[in-house]
């Protein structure tokens, strides 16, 4: 059955090695693992994995042009987390199990009324479960 992970950190205890422990994980179980980042340019996030890792790894830049003033192509921005949107995705570029990563939540949180952002993490399981998608 899916389920959720929400890890949170601060300047005393930070959780980004957790939260790359977890990618790291599921990429050798085999996953496909797209990983959207709010927070860090996809360079930054995957230094240190090993080239296997990191071909597992699906990329959704949402650093560069967040909010899509920039008018970038290929930017996941904001406005664009939504389950069909996100559903798409997982549909198009993966085949087998996905695992989902947001970094970071709280930056979709800080932009996107929350019961929207609950409504889109509840509804994804179910609904890339009907186009197919294990998340």
Not at 48 to 73: E, I, N, Y
Not at 98 to 106: A, I, Y
């Amino acid at each position: 059955t899916p389920w959720g992970l929400s890890l949170a950190d601060s300047i005393d205890c930070e959780g980004r090695s957790l939260l790359k422990s977890f990618v790291v994980a599921s990429a050798e179980r085999g996953e496909s693992v797209h990983v959207f980042c709010f927070d860090l340019p996809k360079e930054e996030f995957q230094a240190g994995f090993t080239p296997q890792v990191t071909t597992r790894l699906l990329h959704h830049d949402g650093f560069l042009d967040p909010l899509g003033w920039a008018g970038q192509a290929r930017a996941f921005g904001a406005a664009m987390f939504s389950v069909p949107e996100l559903v798409a995705l997982l549909a198009s570029e993966t085949r087998g199990p996905v695992t989902l990563v947001l970094d970071s939540l709280s930056w979709l949180l800080l932009r996107l009324p929350i019961p929207h952002v609950c409504q889109v993490l509840s509804q994804l399981p179910r609904k890339a479960n009907a186009a197919g998608r294990v998340v």
